[in-house]
């Protein structure tokens, strides 16, 4: 199934969240990047358009800033990610670089898709930016914003960021390979679900586990943003980033994730 929707989709949100990003030593993974960027050129050579949501600021700063890592201020962790917004998009930058392709980068606010003018900015950028093959890369402005650093929810804010572009498909890339009826780190009985149809009954009979090391959401976001798009007929798939290739598996169908159907 999710072969098909990538194969039938012509405009795609990515979203990576912040454990897919970092590797082991909790930095930017920049093989990742750059794997990445080899497949989404390659669908892009073959009609797609990309927009990206990417975490990783915080995770960024660290790794840049880490005499600041026991810091729990919130000014400093906004400047964390002033700091770590740079290094990740110059991850980024560098990951499309030899495939000719230019980034750019649109940090938004909760308040931005309240505001009808702002909404309609944002929208026509982001058209303006992909009809030109350039991919955007959306974040949250946490360096202005409190209750985002506490919320930190990248999965609702791909959700609507799909919804403003009127995208066909949302993939939300994590460190899971989808949703299991009960948290995979803990049971080993637990079992994937490979198709959602309603998102409410999955509510209702899955272990809805916390958030990770890196990350600040956890699956429970990742059901908001599913069914935010649902309304839109947006289907969302869930899967893991770190597997090799993951983008190509997932197009190919030889890589098992969860599919949000309409």
């Known amino acids: 199934m999710t072969a098909q929707l990538i194969a039938d989709a012509r405009k795609i949100i990515i979203k990576f969240g912040s454990n897919t990003l970092a ?28 927009v990206i949501v990417s975490s990783g600021a915080q995770v960024a700063g660290l790794s840049t800033m880490d005499k600041w890592a026991r810091k729990r201020d919130i000014h400093y962790r906004q400047a964390l990610c002033a700091v770590g ?7 980024w930058r560098r990951a499309f670089d030899k495939h000719g392709l230019h980034i750019a980068q649109i940090l938004l606010t909760r308040e931005d898709f309240t505001d009808s003018n702002r909404t309609l900015n944002m929208r026509n950028t982001l058209f303006t930016l992909v ?9 949250e402005n946490d360096t202005v914003s409190v209750e985002e650093i506490k919320i930190g929810d990248n999965d609702t804010l791909a959700a609507q960021s799909a919804i403003l572009w ?3 498909l949302l ?11 009960k948290n995979p780190k803990e049971f080993s ?28 959401g956890g699956i429970a976001t990742k059901l908001d943003a599913a069914q935010l798009a649902f309304g839109y007929s947006i289907p969302t798939i869930l899967a893991h980033g770190g597997r090799p290739r993951s983008l190509e598996a997932l197009a190919a169908g030889s890589q098992k994730a969860t599919a949000f159907l309409i």
């Open 23 to 50: 590797n082991k030593e909790g930095k930017i993974n920049s093989d990742l990047l750059a794997e990445f960027a080899d497949q989404a050129a390659a669908l892009m050579k073959n009609g797609k358009q990309i």
């Open 85 to 91: 917004q740079v290094e990740l998009m110059g991850a």
């Open 131 to 139: 009809d030109e093959g350039i991919i955007p890369i959306i974040n």
């Open 166 to 168: 009127s995208a066909d």
């Open 171 to 181: 993939i939300l890339f994590s460190d899971i390979d989808g949703l299991f009826d």
């Open 189 to 216: 009985n637990a079992q994937l679900v490979e198709e959602v149809r309603d998102i409410e009954a999955v509510r209702n009979n899955i272990t809805i586990g916390a958030a990770n090391n890196f990350g600040t």
